[in-house]
């Protein structure tokens, strides 16, 4: 496989460390020594784009829109206004890649205000690649996909997580969002092996990479982003250098902000992680995309029923 990092805009993309940028912490981003944030899409609006983030890029800080609500790994294909909007944030921000998660939101009316797993099966790997090659021909810049903490695993899975992004990235040549924080959730919660997951992932195509804190409650590992970043996950992230050098790495925190001195901290042990434990660096390479057979309608009416069913029996607070 081969992969270009650079794609449509901006090749050899190097990002560095970077923060989340938030309303709350706006002020202390400002003050920070970050080479570039990211901002959730959905919370920016063009016509009135926040006087910090115009500032950032007067600076030459780098903004990347984050995007939780498309839904990627639905059944139904992408809404054209979502997508019409993210390539908007996109071109105010002046950004070189939009990014997005492998997860759905919503079956049919329902919304499930949670970023849930897609089934790791053929046929749900099927829809996802026919739903990222049509983001992709809709944005104005390259699109890359992150990998979520699973609240549950479907039945019937035919592929480790690993396996699941390594085809997704061979079929669409999309880039991957790695966040170690998510894998090693899965690992708390599911079992699943975050080194082995590492192993088999194509990070020949990564774009930059997610940590996060949480907290472990009654065995229960929440990725709360409202928490430190634990010791374990900074190995994580020492693993994956070791085998690829990220283009950039991004703290994530979202809730109980703490002072911008503890804030700083941990970018510091993030940059000292990415130092200590380098990988050689990669040149720049290209990716070829294959373009597969439409998804038979009757494949994504079955997901669709699936997706339906789940979310009602999760809506309802029902059986699952």
Do not use: K
């Amino acid at each position: 496989m081969t992969v270009e990092l650079g794609g449509r805009a901006g090749a050899g993309l190097r990002l560095g460390a970077g923060i989340g940028w938030r309303p709350e912490i706006a002020e202390a981003v400002e003050r920070m020594d970050v080479d570039w944030v990211e901002a959730v899409a959905e919370n920016v609006c063009p016509g009135h784009v926040p006087e910090s983030l115009l500032r950032l890029r007067a600076r030459g800080v780098t903004v990347v829109p984050h995007g939780v609500g498309l839904g990627l790994g639905g059944a139904e294909r992408p809404d054209a206004g979502r997508l019409a909007a993210l390539a908007e944030r996109a071109e105010v921000l002046g950004s070189p890649l939009v990014t997005e998660h492998i997860a759905f939101v919503r079956a049919g009316a329902l919304e499930a205000g949670h970023l849930l797993p897609v089934p790791r099966t053929r046929e749900g790997l099927a829809v996802l690649c026919e739903n990222v090659r049509i983001a992709q021909d809709s944005l104005p810049v390259p699109l890359a996909v992150e990998n979520i903490a699973a609240l549950f695993t479907w039945p019937d899975e035919e592929l480790t997580e690993g396996q699941f992004l390594y085809e997704l990235v061979e079929r669409t040549g999309v880039r991957l969002l790695i966040d170690v924080a998510n894998l090693y959730t899965n690992q708390v919660n599911s079992g699943e092996d975050a080194v082995r997951a590492l192993d088999e992932l194509p990070l020949e195509a990564l774009a930059y990479v997610h940590v996060a804190g949480g907290v472990l409650r009654d065995g229960v590992w929440h990725d709360t982003h409202a928490h430190p970043v634990p010791p374990q996950v900074l190995a994580l992230l020492g693993e994956l250098c070791a085998r690829a050098e990220p283009p950039g790495v991004l703290l994530e925190r979202d809730d109980d902000f703490p002072p911008a001195g503890e804030l700083e901290g941990e970018l510091r042990a993030i940059r000292e992680t990415v130092r200590g434990s380098a990988a050689a660096a990669r040149g720049d390479v290209v990716v070829s995309r294959t373009e597969g057979a439409a998804v038979p309608e009757a494949t994504r009416a079955r997901l669709a029923g699936e997706q339906y069913a789940l979310l009602a029996a999760l809506v309802a607070g029902g059986p699952v």
